[in-house]
Nanobody, 125 residues
């Protein structure tokens, strides 16, 4: 089970750190992905980190502004979001699946079979 938290309302240029707390499975065996869905849009992949934390992926739209990390001792993955823009407004979800791959073109929400509650991020202009 994964629980995302840390969303909120922030002004353009501001920062937020999202957390994804895991329970019920061997955390460091699994890659964790962050996805988001804006109103009226399809869900998209934002970032991903391998089980060891040694491999990460960031979508082009967030590269240079967002950072993903994990603390396997705390069973938690973080998404640090800086220089936020209004177009980053969305519900952000964390998810995992044995088939989740943190590589461009292979990172997809199609392999995820179960979604938890996301956390709302709203960036005002």
């Amino acid at each position: 089970q994964l629980q995302a938290s840390g969303g909120g309302l922030v002004q353009r240029g501001g920062s937020l750190r999202l957390s994804c707390a895991a329970s019920g499975f061997t955390f460091d065996d699994y890659a964790i992905g962050w996805f988001r869905q804006a109103p009226g849009k399809e869900r998209e992949g934002v970032s991903c980190i391998s089980g060891s934390g040694g491999s990460t992926y960031l979508s082009d739209s967030v590269k240079g502004r967002f950072t993903i990390s994990r603390d396997n001792a705390k069973n938690t993955v973080y998404l640090q979001m800086n220089s936020l823009k209004p177009e980053n407004t969305a519900v952000y979800y964390c998810a995992t699946d044995p088939g989740l791959i943190c590589v461009r073109y292979y990172f997809t929400d199609l392999v995820v079979s179960s979604w938890g509650q996301g956390t709302q991020v709203t960036v005002s202009s």
